[in-house]
């Protein structure tokens, strides 16, 4: 593990370096993150955050406690850093993120720090997911006639790409927007989640995102 942390982090900072690099995409599974931290911490990395290295944090949230539960754990481990970018992708698939929605701690504090949030909305036929995941297929191709699908199910992936890409394209506008010499958008006056709940260049990004300050 401690091998491929340490490559990983070789690989973020070459990219840095390399003067070419815009985005460095780190796809980070359960529990990896204060591993990938730490090594980025004691080599110095870390502190490039803010400086050379932009990072976007794409967290991705579900109806599950636990979901919830990290993320808050998660703000309080990047309010440390300068310059972290959140983006919330609200993964409906076993319905409506009720729960973050209407918190009163939770969702505030993203929106005070800037939070963009994109939806991925569920699809209630389970025929046609069963249908999409044996094909093999991307989404694009999964919408093809070639692809051999029936019409509605492939009518049906494509209305919700459609969905998807339109949130997509929004999200390159906000992120061209932040890019601008204009002020960020997060508030530097954000509390730390933990005083709120009392009260209630370049890029990485984590999904953790990385991404190269122009």
């Known amino acids: 593990m401690e091998s491929a942390v340490n490559t990983l982090v070789d690989s973020i900072a070459g990219a840095m370096e ?29 502190a490039e955050v803010g400086s050379h290295l932009k990072l976007t944090i794409a967290y ?6 636990e979901s919830l539960n990290t993320l808050m754990h998660n703000v309080a481990t990047f309010d440390e850093m300068r310059d972290v970018q959140w983006l919330i992708v609200k993964n409906e698939k076993e319905g ?14 993203m929106e005070q720090r800037g939070a963009l949030s994109i939806r991925i909305p569920r699809e209630h036929d389970p025929d046609v997911m069963f249908a999409f995941k044996t094909s093999g297929l ?35 506008e906000a ?9 960020h958008a997060v508030a530097p006056s954000a ?17 953790p995102v990385a991404r190269r300050r122009r």
């Not at 991705?60 to 406690?65: F, K, Q, S």
């Not at 992120?175 to 002020?183: C, L, M, Q």
């Open 191 to 207: 509390q730390p989640l933990r005083q709120q709940a009392r009260n209630s260049k370049r890029t990485i990004a984590a999904k």
């Open 175 to 183: 992120f061209r927007d932040r890019a601008s010499p204009s002020p």
């Open 96 to 109: 409506v993120l009720k729960a973050y929605d209407e918190s009163a701690v939770l969702r505030p504090a």
């Open 60 to 65: 991705v949230l579900t109806m599950d406690v």
């Open 138 to 172: 991307s989404f694009d191709a999964f919408c093809e006639l070639t692809s051999g699908a029936a019409y509605s199910h492939r009518g049906r992936i494509k209305i919700l790409v459609e969905q998807v890409n339109a949130q997509l394209n929004d999200l390159v």
């Open 18 to 46: 390399d003067g070419t690099t815009e985005t460095f995409v780190v796809d980070m599974g359960a529990g990896q993150l204060h591993a990938i931290l730490g090594a980025m911490r004691t080599t110095g990395l870390l």
